[in-house]
C-alpha cells in the first residue's frame, strides 16, 4: 500500500475535542482536588443549573451513567415485574436491559425504516392493560416525533421515558429531546457528543414530584439521610465529571454545528455520486435539529464496504449488528428471526463513518471519495 493509499481517519478523535480545553479542565479538576468534596457537591449542583436550562427543562439530575439514567427514570415511575414497557429493537442494549432488570417485559415494536427510530405508526397497537411506560430512542441523534409521541402519551394516560442518550440538544420541531416525556435519560459516555471523562449521566423532567424521587432514588432511596421509604440504588454522579462537563458545555453548540456541518456535506457529495438506492442511501432528515451523534449511511454492501474501509484505516462502526429482540439473553421473550424486519434489514445495512466535529472538509472529501469509489466498482 502506497502513502497515498494510507489516510487514516479515526471514527472519533478525542484528543482533537479535549487536547485545546486542556488547561480550563485541568483547573476544573484541581478545584474539586482542592475541595475535597467529591460526590454531589457544587460542581454537580451548578452542571444541574446549567445543563437544564441547554436542554430547557425545569429540573435535571445528574447521574452515574446513561444506563442509570434509564434504570433510575423507570424506578420512579414504580415500573416492575410484569409491567410492559413498549420500545425499539434497534438501540444500544441499555434500552431494554434497563426494563428487563427492574422484571419488567420489554415489548418491542418495529423501527421506521427512515429514521430508524420505533415506528409510532405501531405503537398504539403494542399498548395493552399492561402498559406501564414507553421507551423511544432518539436514535443517531434525530428525535422521534416529539409531537405525536406527547399525543399518544396523553390520551394513552401511559408516560413515555425518552432515551436522549444519543440526542442531547436534538430538536424536533419547537420540541427538545429529553423535554417532552415524563422522563428524558441523557449519557455523557466519552464517545457521545457531550463526554465526560468516564461514566456519567443524567435524568430530566418538567415534574417537580418526579424529579424528588429520583434525587432520593439516586441515594438509595434514602430521606432524610439513614431513613428509607424507597429502595434506591448508587446512582450518582461525581464532581470531577461534573467539573469537566461544566468546562465542555458552552461548547457543545459549536461542535454540534460542525458535526451537521460534515453531515451535510457528505449528503451532498453522495448525492452527486448518484448511486441507486440499494447500493448507498444518505441519512433521512425527518426531523429538524438532527444532532449528528452518528451519521449512519446504508448500503446492500455494508459488510464489504466496512472491511474497505478499515483496510484503507478509515474508521466506521456497524450500530447495531443485532438487533435486540434476537439477543440470547432476550431468548425467554420468544421472538424470533423474521419478526421485526426494517431492525433486521437496519442491522445489516447500515455503516456508521466519521462525523466528529473537528473531521473537517478534506477529510469528510477523502472519506467520501474511498466510499463512493468502493460502491462503484464491480
Ligand atoms: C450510550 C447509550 C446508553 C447508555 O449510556 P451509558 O452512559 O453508556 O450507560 C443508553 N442508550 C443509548 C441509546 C445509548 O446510546
Known sequence: MT???????????????NGPLREPIREAIERVVA??????????????????????????????????????ALMALNIGRNDEVVTTPFSFFATAGAIARLGAVPVFVDIDPLSFNLDLDQLEAAITAHTKAILPVHLFGQTCDLERLSRVSEQSGIPVVEDAA????AKGGALFAGAVGAFGCFSFFPSKNLGAFGDAGLVTTNDAALARRVRILRAH???????????????????LQ??????????????????RK?????????????????????????????????????????????????????????YYPKPLHLQACFGYLGYTEG??????????ELLALPV???????????????????????
Open 339 to 348: 419478526r421485526f424486519i426494517q431492525a433486521e434489514r437496519a442491522a445489516a
Open 3 to 17: 502513502e497515498r493509499d494510507e489516510i487514516g481517519i479515526p471514527l472519533l478523535d478525542l484528543q482533537a475535542q
Open 221 to 239: 432511596g434514602a430521606e432524610p439521610k439513614y431513613h428509607h421509604a424507597l429502595i434506591g440504588g448508587n446512582f450518582r454522579l461525581d464532581e
Open 35 to 72: 475541595s475535597n468534596r467529591f460526590i454531589l457537591g457544587p460542581e454537580v449542583r451548578a452542571f444541574e443549573e446549567e445543563i437544564k436550562r441547554y436542554i430547557g427543562v425545569e429540573h435535571a439530575i445528574g447521574v452515574s451513567s446513561g444506563t442509570d439514567a434509564l434504570l433510575v
Open 166 to 169: 444519543q440526542a442531547i440538544g
Open 242 to 259: 461534573a467539573a469537566i462537563l461544566r468546562v465542555k458545555l458552552p461548547y457543545l453548540n459549536q461542535w454540534t454545528e460542525a458535526r
Open 356 to 378: 466528529f466535529p473537528e473531521l473537517g472538509e478534506s477529510r469528510v472529501d477523502q472519506v467520501a471519495e474511498r466510499v463512493i469509489g468502493f460502491l462503484k466498482r464491480r
Open 262 to 318: 460534515n453531515a451535510a456535506r457528505y449528503n451532498r457529495l453522495f448525492r452527486q455520486a448518484n448511486l441507486p438506492e440499494p447500493v448507498l442511501k444518505t441519512p433521512a432528515a425527518t426531523a429538524d435539529g438532527h444532532i449528528y451523534n452518528q451519521y449512519v449511511i446504508r448500503t446492500n454492501r455494508r459488510d464489504a464496504l466496512r472491511d474497505y474501509l478499515l483496510q484503507q484505516h478509515i474508521g466506521c462502526e456497524i
